[in-house]
């Protein structure tokens, strides 16, 4: 028999009463502690989501207190750790592409990998610190001066004479309706050969402000994405679109990440 409304309505009033209490909590700890299927809170909670009571996020939810945009601070520690789970998956003698992405730029100080070729457009390469067994190949072209990158024929040309193992590459935004988008026109081109001259896996670097989100030029369609790299902030509905797309997300904490070492 299916559920009377006002069974349902006690129900999520109980999860709406778990968050405000709590703050912030995984899904599986109310299944558990309201003994009913994980599928039922996440279908509650969107709901919920839905009346503006709660804010989901992968796994999870938080408490709707005040609406404000994250802090510079806390977008830099999502991006840093998308940039270290990303360096991650570099391994010895890859050669990579990283395009003009702040997010993948962050990558190279965490690659331990041996003997890998970072090819870029992005200027701003040339200051960040890196391993003794990693090298910067710069694409060349014309300086596009406010972000300190490489755009042009000139780049492009260089481009079609490579090709690398894996790409990573940043956006503006990251829709299921447009795919990646950028604001920059300059910049399209050369995502587009990045994504094409790869013989492995190529990776979309995107935190949560990013997902969901469309700029006014598209990058790499839908139908050509395959990996997405984000973070826990990201909103619960999007990256379950994104996986029942068959798309592989990888979703990293939002709390600063200890090395290894």
């Known amino acids: 028999m299916k559920n009377s409304r006002q069974t349902i309505e006690a129900r999520r009033n109980k999860i709406l009463a778990i968050v405000r209490k709590t703050g912030d909590i995984r899904v599986k700890d109310i299944a558990r502690h309201l003994h009913i299927s994980e599928i039922t809170v996440r279908r509650d909670m969107q709901f919920l989501e839905d009346k503006h009571y709660v804010e989901r996020y992968y796994g999870g939810a938080r408490v709707v207190t005040e609406k404000k945009a994250p802090s510079k601070e806390y977008i830099t520690v999502c991006r ?11 391994e010895d003698g890859d050669t990579i592409f990283i395009n003009t992405s702040s ?93 094409q001259r790869v013989v492995g896996k190529t990776y979309i670097l995107a935190d949560h402000t990013k997902l969901g989100k469309n700029s006014s030029f598209v990058s790499v369609p839908v139908d050509a994405i395959e990996n997405v790299i984000t973070d826990a902030g990201a909103p619960a509905s999007v990256i379950e679109a994104m996986k029942r797309s068959g ?15």
Do not use: W
């Open 80 to 90: 840093e750790n998308i940039a270290r789970f990303a360096a991650g998956l570099v």
């Open 247 to 261: 798309l592989n997300v990888d979703v990293v904490p939002t709390s600063p990440m200890e090395d290894d070492e």
């Open 103 to 195: 997010t993948a730029l962050m990558m190279i100080p965490f690659i331990k990998a041996k003997n890998v070729t970072v090819i870029t457009n992005n200027g701003n390469a040339v200051n960040m610190p890196k391993g003794h067994r990693v090298r910067v190949l710069l694409t060349g072209g014309e300086l596009y001066n406010i972000k300190g990158t490489m755009v042009g024929d000139f780049a492009l040309e260089n481009l079609a004479r490579v090709t690398a193992k894996k790409a990573f590459v940043g956006c503006s935004g990251l829709s299921m309706q447009n795919g990646m988008t950028t604001e920059i026109l300059e910049e399209v081109n050369l995502n587009r050969a990045m994504v």
